[in-house]
């Protein structure tokens, strides 16, 4: 009888986990939503979504014909809808549920809610910059790029 009670002892005492550690999951999972909900992440991603394919028809005009093939494209596999659970499960990784709490209480406050509304047009403007940047040095670049090779592999 006592070989039986021990694995039985052993089932029981691992089943009282396991309502507290998912207990423990939900909680943590509310507080990323939330984040995100605070965030605007549904906003930020349509509109990074809108900016690509923007940047993507001027850079390639032939491309503004299939535009709503792209966009459905889009839609299907880059939207909110499509990346929240993998959002979350990468967010989850970075912080723990306390930190998110932390995070959540200064995103909660004026500034909080300011960094959060200004990040993205900042974020646009630092990779516009950027872009510029490659730009204007562009015959630079292509040098360096030329130099770089080995004699025999140039080719115009």
């Known amino acids: 009888m006592r070989n039986i009670s021990v694995p039985i002892a052993c089932l029981l005492l691992t089943m009282s986990f396991a309502p507290a ?3 423990d999951e939900n909680s943590y999972r509310a507080a990323v939503q939330e984040y995100f909900t605070i965030a605007q992440m549904d906003t930020v991603i349509q509109r990074s979504m809108n900016l690509a394919l923007a940047a993507q028809t001027r850079a390639n005009p032939q491309l ?3 535009e709503p093939t792209l966009r459905q494209f889009f839609v299907k596999y880059m939207s909110w809808k ?3 659970e993998d959002f979350t499960a990468i967010y989850m990784k970075a912080f723990t ?3 998110f709490k ?3 209480a200064f995103y909660k406050t004026p500034v909080g809610r300011k960094a959060l509304q200004q990040m993205p047009a900042l974020m646009e403007q630092g990779a516009a910059l950027g872009l510029k940047r490659v730009q204007d040095h562009m015959t630079e670049l292509q040098k360096m790029i030329e130099d770089s090779l080995p004699k025999g592999d ?3």
């Open 21 to 23: 550690t998912r207990a």
């Open 64 to 66: 503004k014909q299939i």
């Open 82 to 84: 499509a990346l929240q």
């Open 97 to 99: 549920e306390n930190e």
């Open 102 to 104: 932390q995070l959540l």
């Open 154 to 156: 140039q080719s115009h």
